[in-house]
């Protein structure tokens, strides 16, 4: 019988999706610590802190006096109406609440736009470097991710003619694009970010606009794509300003035609997003104070890292913008990123994820620092580098 199953079930092509190398990095600093190792971890890119003290609160009411049953496929009304009235707040923009989806994470957002807006076999660009799942996703849906290698001298995110060449040799369905950016850290300011979406209204191809960085933004205000078209699909989070990953809650602003394929697939797919989750997510609001004072930690890491890796040999990044990352060349020691993760975890007890995970072409040379962690970690993290890559030939 049992052999008879392994015959039978066998995983659809479509779920071939590439692993995270960053795992493996995981398990060895694991490894390492269960030997009595102290590891340094900026591998991980989530916030250290835990959801604020208001959301916290809000769970404990909601356990106790409610039955916690579905919500509303859309999302708790309050919930979206409170989502709406933070981009009149951030980004000086009234956003109808009815335009608001609710969904399981920014990652639960993408499975639904990208059901909404794509057909099978569809071409969907992606920046390299870029986050993993945008290329994997769409893979396991069965469109076409189609990767943009980012350059200087469009500032490292995807540019209206980069778009537009790739257009032209074949027709493009749609575009991602994250503003801060992972694994870069680097963000498009207002002008780039609205050249890019006008090149590709005027070329009909929908763009996602991955926004779940917001509200990390250092160098510049980082700005919303709700502000610049209402074509767009704004994807965004409660894991990372609002320090809340394990509660797998996001939202997404939909352009009004699409809102009610969108509460079609959601109906179907997840009924709704986890209730107590929901509540607890419209209480984060109320925890301003405290998510600004994670925020500052973060500002000041960077401070930290920017100073200090310099002088320890990593000087060459990408622009340093936001979210908590800093995307580090490390041509000058090697092109083979993973190996070189691999023994700095070993030897200098630094976890760091390899660019290989973004960048199937170039990312041998880079490696991604999470700055998320404390600031005293980053100043230990910048010694440990420093001591370790003397040994290095230049
Ligand atoms: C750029 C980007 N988008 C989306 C996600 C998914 O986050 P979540 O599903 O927790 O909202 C992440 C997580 O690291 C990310 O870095």
């Given at each position: 019988m049992l052999e008879r199953a392994k015959y039978l079930l066998q995983p659809s092509a479509r779920s071939a999706v590439p692993p995270f190398v960053v795992?493996?990095?995981?398990?060895?600093?694991?490894?390492?610590e269960a030997q009595g190792r102290h590891i340094i971890h900026m591998e991980v890119g989530q916030p250290a802190a835990g959801a604020p003290a208001t959301s916290i609160a809000a769970a404990h009411a909601a356990l106790s006096s409610s039955a916690l049953g579905y919500t509303e496929a859309l999302g708790i009304g309050s919930l979206r109406r409170r989502i709406a009235r933070s981009y009149a707040e951030w980004h000086g923009i009234d956003v109808d609440p009815a335009r608001i989806v609710v969904t399981t994470g920014s990652s639960g957002g993408f499975i639904l736009a990208f059901l909404t807006a794509f057909e099978p076999g569809d071409r969907v660009a992606v920046p390299l470097p870029g986050y993993p799942p945008y290329r994997h996703i769409l893979a396991a849906l069965g469109c076409e991710p189609v990767g943009i290698e980012t350059t200087a001298s469009t500032r490292w995110s995807i540019g209206g003619e980069s778009l537009l060449a790739r257009h032209r040799e074949r027709p493009l369905k749609g575009v991602v694009v994250g503003s801060p950016a992972n694994p870069t850290g680097t963000m498009m300011d207002a002008a780039a970010l609205a050249e890019l979406i006008g090149c590709a209204d005027d070329a009909g191809i929908a763009v996602i606009s991955d926004?779940?960085?917001?509200?990390?933004?250092y160098a510049f205000r980082a700005e919303s794509a709700a502000r610049v078209s209402p074509n767009v699909i704004v994807i965004n989070s409660f894991s990372k300003y609002f320090c809340m990953t394990g509660w797998r809650v996001g939202w997404m602003v939909v352009p009004p035609q699409l809102v009610r394929a969108v509460e079609r697939l959601q109906q179907n797919l997840a009924i709704s997003v986890p209730t107590l989750s929901q509540i607890a997510a419209e209480a984060a609001f109320d925890g301003r104070a405290e998510l600004e004072a994670v925020r500052e930690g973060y500002?000041?890491?960077?401070?930290?890292?920017l100073e200090g890796l310099p002088a320890a040999g990593l000087d060459s990044?990408?622009?340093?913008d936001g979210a908590f990352y800093l995307y580090a060349d490390i041509s000058r020691f090697s092109s083979d990123s993973a190996a070189f993760a691999a023994r700095m975890l070993e030897e200098a007890g630094v976890a760091a994820t390899p660019g290989v995970d973004f960048d199937p072409l170039r990312g041998g040379h880079f490696l991604r620092l999470c700055y998320a962690g404390a600031p005293a970690q980053m100043r230990e993290a910048v010694e440990r580098i420093g001591a370790w890559l003397k040994g290095w030939p230049r």
């Open positions: 795992m493996d990095v995981m398990s060895a600093a694991a490894r390492l926004e779940i960085y917001h509200g990390l933004d500002e000041e890491n960077r401070r930290i890292l990044f990408l622009p340093v």
